[in-house]
Structure formats: structure tokens, C-alpha cells
């Protein structure tokens, strides 16, 4: 398959969702007795999406990104979304304290006993800053 | 109220001890953040923001603008020292002040970003004092199809905030709006776009979206590099930071336009201080002697961009607060947060709401006094900021995130939405998709709707009465103007320019 350019991929994914607004907009009143109905509006930005983005999908060209180092940062993305999914059931400190200790001792290397203290000690300071002095409640 | 007497009363309010004690925390924290690169203001007001819920609106407000301009002066000390913006704002200076550091003069540069930032942001509250008064009460005039045009007007400016591709920007800004429109429509009781989830129906919250772009997208996009940089030194003791008389004579001028040009940019929406010192710096070399010396270390090259970035702030704050359109990422989440603490910034705001007005300006006053006393003798302080090691901030970062939007809401599922929007928002940083254009959108589509669909209703359905209204017509004559701009290939050539300068 002949390389497409990032532009094309994306320009195809907004069009899905360009897509998508107008195929619900259009089950809504486009207009109602009183004026403009819920449908109005997201259909005109709805169509907006697909022309911008079917322009994109022809005519887009940008080089592609540099994606070097992205696989860190998706694994730093994943670290987070693992993290406030299990905050449910495992609660704040111990999800957030994993993702600590993820970034320090994973992500940049440094020994388990630095990635263990800065883990803590963040923990500890959220603790103290939010709940014990703001009385604002963590997750 | 008169300018004086407003004024009187904004000083006040803000010289009551708690709020120059906002004031002081919001201009250090802003000093902290402009000199960390990676960290800027829009990503930690956004961050503050749902922690405000605690605080007094004036006193919340205080803080988080001292944050805004305070960034404006750290961020000269990144890029003196570091050859590395700490703001967007300061790319500029780079060019002359990283060239005067490598000669040993780092400490006149950093001397003279702060005496022009005071200089130039104290114009710029001045301009902020005394044009927003009239123009709010030229804004009374308008009804639901002005504001209309308004917002189109606001929503136009994306082009200036785009970055390489217009098309991208317009993409940005219209996934904005469907983002705005999630939830139940507050006319039929409709819901929309909400996937079947409770949670949707009442819209996804401002501060989940500006939180996971600005902030989680930011760690992400740092996340890349595992290099840290190297810091020069910072003399010690102020009179090796103080500039010269010869120094200051040089840069009289640079003062001087650095703060009308920083001023009348930051009032344009969508400009933004980046254009701001970029212009300045242009204005000052095409009129200096020794325009052949730019860039190797000259320090009018110091004075004028950085006066001009200071005072755009001031300028900035007039649409805000007077026809409540944000031109830039930052004060799209000021305006978010004037609404969530139940303030409506639009004509009606000062007349409503005087002592928040004359105090914020009040405060821009004593708030710039304290940045140029905190930045002159404290600035090798600050510097030590740099030496934070990044796996001890991203972490904080990610923390204070999580807390902030779950203290906002209370709501696990925002959780869920912040990891969704960190992703977004590295993914528009990786494919040049700008955000800005997304939060304008965001913030401006809900009140953009609801003003079209009361036009139309006032009207019985005929579009005619968004240009038979003389006021109404010229502003989407305005919009339309703006949508051409990028027509014009040579501000077309200048502005993409601009941009590289503020990627690299």
C-alpha cells in the first residue's frame, strides 16, 4: 500500500466524525415552531468537519511527524489511563504512587529506591496539600 | 464610577492582606512557570483553576492573572540562560539575549527584560484602564444578533491562531464546538452527542478539556526527550544585573514602542504576545543605527520584545472583559473561569461587577511592582528552578491534574475524559493540529448557538437580521476580512515565520 501522509489519517478520522455530527444532527428538528431546532447547528459544523477534512484527506501533504520518543510518551499516556481507571478500586495513593514510580524508574532510569522516594514523597505532599490543608478530596 | 474613583476602589480592594497575598502567589507561581519550558500559563491556570472553587472570585481572579503576566516575565529568564523559551512569548528573545549571555553579559539581559516588562505592563494596565470603561458601554448596544457577530468575529480570528494549516485550525476549532455541544440542549431538553453515557448529559466540563490538552498533553509531548538542558550561569548580586546608563539610553525607544505596539496587539483578538514581540522586535531593528548588529547580542533586541509581550497582557484583558472574547489559549480559560465562578465578561461585566474590574487593574499595578522586585535581585533564585529535576515535575504535573479535575466535579468519569483529552492533546501537538482554535471554539460555540438561535427566533426565522443591524453588519464584515487575511500572502509569509520561530 502506497504511504500516505499523516494529514490523510487524520483527515479520514475527523471525516468519521464529521460524519457521525451529521448523521445525528439529521435525526434531530433541523427547525421547530420556535426557531432553530437542536439539529441546526450541528449540522452546518457537522458539514464544516467533512468539507475541511475531505480537503485534507486530497490536498494534505505535511510531512510526516517525527514519531522518535513517541513510543514514551504512549507508554506514559498508558501508565495514566491504567491509573485512573484502577483509581476506583485501589484508590489515589497507591494509583497515582504507581505512576510515579513508572515515570521515574521506567521513563528516566533512575534506581527503584529514587523512583520508591519520589513516589512517596509526592503521595505524601498531595495528602497534606489537598485533603489535610485545602480539604479538597482526592480521587 | 470615573476612572479615579475606580480606581480608588480597586486599590482598595486589592491592597486587603489576602489579596495581595493571591496577588503575590499568582505572580511568583507565574515567574516559576514562564521560566520552566514545557510548563505554561494556560496548562497551570487550568490546572488551578477548579482548586479557586475555594477562594473568593476577586481574589481567585487576582491570582490566576498575576499568573498570566508573571509567566511573561519569567519566560526571558529560559531564554537568556537556556537559548530556550519558557513562554511562547519570549522565542524572540533568544536571538539577542542568549548571545548577550554567551558573552557574559546574561546579567544586563535578564536586568533589562524585567525593567521592560515593568515598564511596558504598567502601560498596558494603563490602556486596559482606560479603554475597556468605554468600550463596554459602546458594547451595551448589543442584543442577540450582535453577539452573534461577535462570536464570529472571535471564532474568525482562528486564522491568526493557526499555525501552519488553516484547514487544521478550522478542523481544531470546529471539533471545539461539537465538544461544545455534548450534553442536553438548553432550548428542546434534547440530548446530544452523549453516547448513551448520564454522565454526558450535562456537557463535558471546560476544565477536563483544558486540563487534558494543555496540561496532560504537555507532560506527553515532554515525555519525548530524555535529555535535560544545560543552564548558564547567573551573576550573583544586583548590580551585576543592573543595566548600564548607556544600556537604558539605548533602549528608550525600545520602551517606549514596546509598550503602544504590545498594547494595541494584545486589544486585536487572536494576535497574541507572540505576534506582539515579534512585531516590536521587527519595529526596533528596522528604526535602530545598528540594525546589522541584531541577534548577536544587542540589548534593545532584549528591551523591546519583552516590553511588548509584557504590555499585550493589558491589551489582551480589553476584549475579554468587554465583549468577553478570549484572543489566546490563556485568556479563553480566564473567561471560562469568570463563568464558572458566575460572572458573565461581556459589556455588562464592568458596570456589573466594578469592584472585580478596578480590582484586577488595581492589582496589575501592585503586581508588576512586586515581579520587577522579585525579578531583579531574586532572578538567580529563579534560575535554580531550571535545576528541577523533570522526573520529580511531570509527575507533579500529573497529579495536580488528576486532583484538579476530580476536585471540580467529584466525578471519576472526568477521569476517564482527562486521559482521552491528554491523548488528544498530544496527538494535535504530534500532527500540527493547533489547540488554541480548539478552546476558542469550545468556549465561545455554547453562547455562539444559543445567540444564533434567539436571533433567528426574534426574527422568525430570517437570516436577513444578522446583517440588516448596522452593528451586526459590521462586525461579520470584520469576520469576513479576517477570513480573508490569509489571502494576502505577504502577512501570510510573516505570520507562518513567526511560527517556526516558536516551534524551534
Known sequence: ?139 | MDIAAGLLHGFALALQPLNLLWCFVGVLLGTIVGIMPGLGPPATIAMLLPLTALMNPAGAIIMLAGIYYGAKYGGSTTSILLNVPGESASVVTCLDGYAMARKGRAGPALGIAAIASFIAGTVGVLGLMLVAPPLAKLALAFSSPEYFALMSLGLAMVVLLAGKSMVKALLAMLVGLWIAGIGTDVFTSQSRFTFGHMELLSGIDFVVVAIGIFALGEVLANMEAREEPQVLPVPKGLRNLLPTMQDLRDCRFAFAQGSVLGFLVGVLPGAGSTIASFISYGVEKAFSKRRDQFGTGVIEGVAAPEGANNSETGGALVPLLTLGIPGSGTTAILLAALVLWGFKPGPLFIAENPGMFWGLVASMYIGNVMLLVLNLPLVPLFAQVLRTPVYVLYPLIVGISIVGVYAGSGSLFDLYLLAGFGLLGYLMRKLDYPSAPLILGLVLGGAMERALRQSLMMSEGHLSILVSRPISAVMLALALVVLCIPLFSRFNTWRLRAMEQEES
Open chain 1, 1 to 139: 500500500m502506497r504511504h500516505r501522509s499523516p494529514d490523510f489519517w487524520s483527515g479520514l478520522a475527523l471525516a468519521a466524525l464529521g460524519a457521525y455530527i451529521v448523521a445525528q444532527a439529521r435525526g434531530w428538528d433541523y427547525l421547530t415552531d420556535d426557531g432553530p431546532g437542536p439539529g441546526f447547528f450541528p449540522l452546518w459544523y457537522g458539514i464544516a468537519i467533512l468539507a475541511c477534512s475531505a480537503w485534507l484527506v486530497v490536498f494534505g501533504k505535511s510531512p510526516g511527524a517525527n514519531w522518535q520518543g513517541a513510543g514514551r510518551a504512549l507508554a506514559t499516556w498508558g501508565a495514566v489511563a491504567l491509573a485512573v481507571t484502577l483509581v476506583k478500586f485501589i484508590g489515589f495513593a497507591l494509583a497515582f504512587g504507581a505512576v510515579a514510580f513508572f515515570i521515574v524508574a521506567v521513563m528516566y532510569r533512575r534506581s527503584p529506591a529514587v523512583a520508591a522516594l519520589v513516589a512517596l514523597c509526592t503521595v505524601a505532599g498531595f495528602y497534606l496539600v489537598f485533603p489535610l490543608a485545602l480539604g479538597v478530596a482526592l480521587p
